[in-house]
């Protein structure tokens, strides 16, 4: 195997404080694997990327809408002041880029914030091409699925379709598609069929009412049982 030797890169358990990383500040400093520090050729492949035109606008708008969403950035000293709510963002975005044709693709879940999120999208001006995960009513069965393998079983129930969502949406010209709510292993077929570019706006957790950090969050409190092997 190519580069067997090289420590992997492992970034999440860097032992340098964020801001006296290398890879934050130039005199920094980076832990074993340090991509930063070790692949420079692929860093520069990668960098190379950038001076294809769509792409490095793509870039350069999205660096400016990741600063705008600090107020008083004059300031001295600075001191971090968010103003700006992540739908806030992907509107703003999407404006910058000369979007008008957006998709959304999302969970049957999460129907009714669909529905506002298609709201808000056309408030601001877009053209909304939304389609639900349960698009098509293709039976479990054509995937293979038991029957004791189903959440209502005993039923005729729909298989979640992101190829179907991301061909549709391919189909139908989007410039840019947004993901509410999609299932783990759903959203990666999604990302693979889809054509247009993709963010994503909210992501499912049936427990924590759809916000996934908690779980993080409580790790070493109420929720540290999933450090544990067996959950």
Do not use: W
């Amino acid at each position: 195997m190519k580069d067997r030797h090289v420590p992997m890169p492992a970034c999440a358990s860097c032992e340098q404080e964020a801001q006296k990383r290398v890879c934050f500040t130039k005199e920094g400093l980076g832990s074993k694997g340090c991509p930063t520090l070790i692949d420079r050729e692929l860093l520069v492949e990668a960098n190379n990327e950038y001076g294809v035109s769509e792409i490095k606008e793509f870039a350069r708008q999205s660096s400016i809408q990741e600063a705008e969403c600090y107020a008083n950035r004059n300031q001295r000293p600075y001191i971090m002041q968010p103003t700006k709510t992540r739908i806030v963002e992907v509107c703003e975005f999407a404006q910058r880029m000369g979007y008008r044709r957006l998709g959304l693709a999302f969970c049957i879940g999460l129907a009714r914030e669909a529905s506002i999120v298609e709201e808000i999208f056309r408030v601001h001006g877009f053209e909304v091409v939304s389609v639900v995960c349960k698009a098509g009513r293709t039976p479990k069965e054509e995937i293979g699925i038991k029957d004791e393998e189903k959440i209502y079983q005993g039923t005729d129930e729909a298989m979640c379709n992101p190829i179907y969502q991301a061909k549709l949406l391919n189909h139908k010209g989007t410039e840019f598609n947004v993901v509410l709510g999609l299932c783990v292993g759903h959203d990666s077929l999604f990302f693979k069929y889809a054509q247009a570019p993709i963010t994503v706006l909210g992501v499912k957790d049936r427990v924590t009412g759809h916000n996934p950090m908690a779980a993080i969050y409580l790790s070493e409190s109420y929720y540290r049982k999933i450090k544990r092997a067996e959950f």
